[in-house]
């Protein structure tokens, strides 16, 4: 019995250091493929939500010279447009002001903004009186190149710096409409990091100057008290507000 021996077993072996190493290269070539792949659709979804504000400042712009008026600030939308809309009272303002940036204020003039705009065929993405509770196709509010974020639009004076405020018509981006601006993912669109590299593009990457700033909440979430965004935090902390009317 001592004399016996079990077929192929002195041809089994381990992994030799030259194939461990190609395995490992093989694995880092992946995650890289995968980190730079994500790279790529942050940087995609940054040029989006870009395109899609200018795009609404084209859009007001065009019906400002047709009409003489303001999207949702127009008082004779309903006999002009679409008898389904609702007439603002030609103000110049699109809504009153409110208290601060983090006010929701999505009703009235505000709402009817993106519906004068898109009744007029200007603005695609959204429903002439649809519902209010989100965005994108079947509601009044158009979505953004942001899983599960779109965009609003507030009359404010945005003064997270005192010396910088600045009393106009913003463009918000952020998360769910039926609640207010809050330094958390329910609500927040942006990573600090995403927002500051969307900030350089079109303005001069401070939250709190500029025609492109954060919102003024909890200032350690997503800005410091200078506007410097904390680029190192990769939660979404920050809601964008950018000039409507440059």
């Known amino acids: 019995m001592l004399g016996i021996t079990h077929a192929g077993a002195s041809n089994q072996r381990g992994f030799t250091l030259i194939e461990m ?6 694995i880092g070539l992946i995650i890289g493929g995968i980190l730079k792949g994500q790279e790529i659709i942050e940087s995609s979804r940054q040029k989006n939500v870009i395109t899609q504000i200018d795009a609404v400042r084209a859009a007001v712009n065009t019906f400002a010279d ?4 303001l999207p949702g600030d127009y008082g004779l939308a ?10 603002g009272d030609d103000s110049g303002v699109i809504g009153a002001i409110a208290a601060s940036p983090l006010a929701v204020a999505n009703a009235g003039e505000n709402m009817n903004f993106f519906n ?4 007029a065929e200007l603005l695609s993405g959204t429903t002439v009186g649809g519902a209010t509770g989100g965005f994108g196709d079947g509601q009044a509010l ?16 945005h ?6 405020a600045r009393q106009t018509h913003w463009l918000r981006v952020h998360k769910d409409p039926t609640i207010a601006i809050a330094n958390a993912a329910a609500t927040s669109a942006f990573t ?10 079109v303005d001069d990457g401070n939250g709190g100057n500029g025609n492109a700033r954060a919102q003024t909440g909890a200032a350690a979430a997503c800005m410091s ?13 920050c809601a964008g507000f950018f000039e409507l009317i440059q």
């Open 159 to 164: 003064n997270f710096i005192a010396a910088n």
């Open 225 to 237: 008290a200078v506007g410097a965004y904390n680029v190192l935090d990769g939660n979404q902390f």
């Open 116 to 119: 004068h705009l898109a009744a």
């Open 192 to 201: 600090a990091k995403s927002l500051f590299q969307i900030d350089l593009k």
């Open 142 to 157: 158009p979505a953004v190149a942001i899983p599960g974020a779109g965009m609003t639009m507030l009359y404010t004076n």
């Open 78 to 87: 309903a006999t002009r447009i679409n008898a389904g809309l609702s007439a």
């Open 66 to 69: 047709k009409y003489n008026a």
């Open 21 to 26: 190493s190609i395995v490992l290269v093989i």
